[in-house]
């Protein structure tokens, strides 16, 4: 018996207007999308932006290669290909096989290609120094940026505050297996990225990885002193980058090394000297509590410190 189904031709309709006469309707089908189209078609803008900026170049300048023959993808493609996929939704590694099968996406994509196999290898060629080279790869990037941003709103970036924001979240993973994770105080497996970003840009400046109890302290000196040197110069020259932290950063190290590159203190209270000093703030009134800020300057007192004049200003 041969079917009396037909397909009906192609097309775009109105949900409301999908009926025909009496005798036959017009159905709607469900089926596998266009090849032709992608649901990614702002990833064109993404591309612009990275041939512009000449990304992959600088990080592939800054990284170096990362295997013996000039083949295959590199340290600047793998860095650009992730993150054009993060743009695209995806979180984990599998998500660069799923914008792959994108036929379309990847005509637009600034690296088409990459599969989640080959990303997992060349990222296992990258040695520790060669992923704190990106850093200075990315700075590159910063300041090719700050050159092709109109002189008004280049000003606006680099003449008015320019604050450099340090913070930790953790990122729960899947795996026992996965390696430098660990279990943080809520029970997950985590890993724990330390970030300093550019605050009025929020541009990642600096990164590092660590796990779930790793104590983001013990290296927030060292990420800051990085964060400053991948700042464009003409963010830096005029002297008023200011710190920004929240009280688990509130540590000596952190204080002293905001003081050495003259930058405030994340522990200084507010109107006080630009100096990076540590201050304590000591209430008259036995036993009273009150926001720091609140306290009218009297009251405030230099802590005492070890070796050296004070500071000017102090």
Not at 18 to 38: E, F, H, N, P, W
Not at 175 to 192: D, S, W
Request: aromatic share 4%; hydrophobic share 40%.
């Amino acid at each position: 018996m041969r079917s009396q189904y037909r397909p009906e031709p192609e097309g775009t309709y109105l949900v409301r207007r999908i009926r025909g006469g009496k005798r036959k309707r017009q159905q709607v089908r469900v089926g596998a999308a266009d090849r032709l189209l992608t649901a990614n078609a702002g990833m064109a803008a993404v591309a612009e932006v990275c041939d512009r900026l000449g990304v992959i170049e600088a990080l592939d300048a800054a990284v170096g290669p990362v295997k013996a023959r000039a083949r295959g993808f590199g340290a600047g493609q793998l860095l650009t290909g992730i993150a054009a996929a993060q743009l695209a939704g995806e979180d984990f590694l599998t998500g660069l096989d799923r914008q792959r099968a994108d036929a379309a996406g990847q005509q637009l994509t600034p690296v088409p290609g990459l599969s989640s196999t080959t990303a997992a290898g060349v990222a296992r060629r990258i040695t520790g120094g060669q992923w704190l080279a990106v850093e200075t790869g990315l700075a590159a990037v910063n300041e090719r940026m700050l050159g092709l941003l109109p002189a008004a709103r280049a000003a606006a970036l680099t003449e008015g505050p320019v604050t450099i924001d340090l913070d930790a979240t953790d990122v729960e993973v899947y795996g026992r297996k996965k390696r430098g994770m660990a279990y943080n105080y809520q029970g997950q497996r985590a890993g724990r990225p330390h970030v300093a970003a550019w605050a009025e840009t929020e541009i990642v400046l600096a990164a590092d990885l660590g796990s779930g109890t790793d104590d983001p302290r013990a290296t927030a000196p060292d990420l800051l002193r990085r964060a400053l040197a991948a700042l464009p110069q003409r963010a830096r020259a005029g002297g008023r980058v200011a710190l920004r932290a929240d009280a688990g950063y509130f540590a000596g190290a952190l204080a002293r090394a905001a003081h050495d590159e003259r930058s405030p203190s994340p522990s200084a209270p507010r109107g006080s000297p630009r100096c990076g000093g540590c201050w304590t703030a000591s209430a008259k009134t036995t036993g009273a509590t009150r926001p720091a800020w609140t306290m009218p300057r009297s009251q405030w007192r230099p802590t005492a410190r070890t070796g050296g004049p004070p500071p000017p200003g102090c």
